[in-house]
């Protein structure tokens, strides 16, 4: 009896980011959208329009959801940053809008132990800043679907463009290994800036 051949459907392939969109990063204005956007939608406005802002600190979607309040020195304004993938522990400064924000949010919560709640209470989940990432992003009319790591990726391309050396920026987003950081500084147009005399 011939052997019956079953086949199985697999799902299409998931397309590559650089056929999504035509970069990995946001620019300024674009994450000074994403954050009105935020702000405005439903009744989380504050958190997720706090939440966004911890991309000045470069923090990467696991350290943005494992932040506790015992990392944040509010008194002082410092946020002690765990970086994950093996990367570099380090120590930022907070600013003046930032140190509002979260005082607003540990007061609206008090006595809990993350800083970015859930429904629930409990610290949100990496899917649940995903989607509040791209909610924001679609809500900002953004021509480009957005994911976290683009604002990581803005405040590395941010600060390089801003002259920070490649060394320090090492060490603001915890990169072990320097090749990660280089991509910043060798794409910043501001190396350009004076070839042309207009």
């Known amino acids: 009896m011939p052997r019956r051949s079953f ?5 299409p392939p998931k397309p590559r980011n650089s056929e999504r969109r035509a970069r990995e990063y946001l620019t300024p204005s674009e994450v000074e959208n994403l954050l009105r956007a935020a702000r405005q939608r439903g009744r989380y406005g504050q958190r997720d329009a706090t939440l966004l802002p911890m991309y000045r600190h470069g923090l990467r979607v696991a350290e943005v959801v494992g932040l506790r ?3 944040l020195d509010l008194k002082t304004a410092v ?3 765990r970086r994950v993938e093996n990367g570099a522990a380090t120590v930022h400064p907070l600013r003046g809008p930032e140190l509002r924000a979260l005082r607003q949010l540990q007061h609206a ?4 132990a993350y800083v ?5 209470g409990g610290p949100l989940t990496a899917r649940a800043v995903h989607h509040i ?3 924001a992003g679609v809500a900002a009319a953004l021509p480009f679907p957005v994911h976290p790591h683009m604002l990581h990726h803005a405040c590395g391309f941010y600060l390089a463009n801003q002259g920070v050396d490649t060394h320090t920026l090492q060490q603001y987003l915890g990169h072990r290994n320097i090749q990660h950081t280089v991509h910043y500084t060798e794409l910043t147009p501001n190396r350009f800036q004076d070839f042309w005399e207009d």
């Open 7 to 11: 086949s199985v459907k697999l799902p």
């Open 79 to 81: 946020l002690y940053v």
């Open 109 to 112: 919560a008090p006595g809990m």
């Open 69 to 71: 309040w015992d990392m």
């Open 133 to 135: 990432v791209a909610q």
């Open 116 to 120: 970015f709640l859930s429904e629930q």
